[in-house]
Nanobody, 124 residues
């Protein structure tokens, strides 16, 4: 069992930055993938970024590549999402999640544990 707690969301102006954190309690095994997803009102949940826990390989959606960066701190069992050059279209609830099988990291239904989410609002 893994529990996830996100923090760092808030209101920011377009062009600004935020860093989200996701603290995990419980055992994180080497083959796990940690991912960030977002969901805006009236839209489907969308993959944002993911990282392989053991080797640190990262993946990101085309819509955020070059602006967002995912990283992890193994000692703290924490994953981060650094978001730069934020746009109003980035407004959503951001959630972190754990994928135990380490496969299909872009599919939200492949993830087993989820945090409660944190709101990110970008004003124009």
């Amino acid at each position: 069992q893994v529990q996830l707690v996100e923090s760092g969301g808030g209101l920011v102006q377009a062009g600004g930055s935020l860093r989200l954190s996701c603290a995990a309690s419980g055992r994180i095994f080497a083959n796990y993938i940690m991912g960030w997803f977002r969901q805006a009102p009236g839209k489907e949940r969308e993959f944002v970024a993911a990282i392989r826990w053991s080797v640190g390989t990262t993946y990101s959606a085309d819509s955020v590549r070059g602006r967002f960066a995912i990283s992890r701190d193994n000692a703290k069992n924490t994953v981060y999402l650094q978001m730069n050059s934020l746009e109003p279209e980035d407004t959503a609830v951001y959630s972190c999640a754990v994928n135990r099988r380490g496969l299909a990291f872009q599919r939200w239904n492949e993830y087993d544990y989820w945090g409660q989410g944190t709101q990110v609002t970008v004003s124009s």
